[in-house]
T-cell receptor, first 114, second 115 residues
Framework: DAKTTQPNSMESNEEEPVHLPCNHS???????IHWYRQLPSQGPEYVIH???SNVNNRMASLAIAEDRKSSTLILHRATLRDAAVYYC???????????????FGTGTRLTIIP | EAGVTQFPSHSVIEKGQTVTLRCDPI?????LYWYRRVMGKEIKFLLH????????ESGMPNNRFLAERTGGTYSTLKVQPAELEDSGVYFC?????????????FGPGTRLTVL
């Protein structure tokens, strides 16, 4: 899987939007961009994924650059419960119908300030 | 719907002993994955089952690790004999495998400490 680069840590105030960046300059045309997060003492959980277009779901939004070399996970209104490590993961989708392994990097540790 | 469960939540054993970790995936999920995070490292993939068959075991570190999924339901991961460097958190995940996109659902992990 292609490599992603994320800041080690970020802080945000509660109830404010958070923009978590991810660089993936070596992304290929068949790589999907995924975000998972890991809350303290829990296993990772899926947040969102996308290919080219921006995506929204109940948890977050994903903004993908036009050249796909970077993306941003947006939490519209951070709560204390959003404090977690956020992982940006590239994953080839087509070859195994979306069932391939996940390759985790170091992620971004997000701290929410009350 | 029950999530992915793992047992035990914690295990402390001595070097050279055997430990067996268990994972119960979400009912009906054909895909089952094992991952682990050892001290200070990133979460790493170990292997992937599709039903009872090993689809990808490229991440298994050595032959001291044996994973099984008899009957395509729950899975066990046995470490025999355990070494100090095996200490870490072992995660299990499952996915449906039938949808267009299959997110992985993770269990809470088993924390293994080898003394």
């Amino acid at each position: 899987d292609a490599k992603t680069t994320q800041p080690n840590s970020m802080e945000s105030n509660e109830e404010e939007p958070v923009h978590l960046p991810c660089n993936h300059s070596t992304i290929s045309g068949t790589d999907y961009i995924h975000w998972y997060r890991q809350l303290p003492s829990q296993g990772p959980e899926y947040v969102i994924h996308g290919l080219t277009s921006n995506v929204n779901n109940r948890m977050a939004s994903l903004a993908i650059a036009e050249d796909r070399k970077s993306s941003t996970l947006i939490l519209h209104r951070a709560t204390l419960r959003d404090a977690a490590v956020y992982y940006c993961i590239l994953r080839v989708f087509i070859s195994n119908f979306g069932n391939e392994k996940l390759t985790f990097g170091t992620g971004t540790r997000l701290t929410i300030i009350p | 719907e029950a999530g992915v469960t793992q047992f035990p939540s914690h295990s402390v054993i001595e070097k050279g002993q055997t430990v067996t970790l268990r994972c119960d995936p979400i009912s009906g999920h054909d895909n089952l994955y094992w991952y682990r995070r050892v001290m200070g490292k990133e979460i790493k993939f170990l292997l992937h089952f599709v039903k009872e068959s090993k689809q990808d075991e490229s991440g298994m570190p050595n032959n001291r690790f044996l994973a099984e999924r008899t009957g395509g339901t729950y899975s066990t991961l046995k470490v025999q004999p355990a070494e100090l460097e095996d200490s870490g958190v072992y995660f299990c995940a499952s996915s449906n495998g039938q949808a267009l996109y299959n997110e992985q659902f993770f269990g809470p992990g088993t924390r293994l400490t080898v003394l």
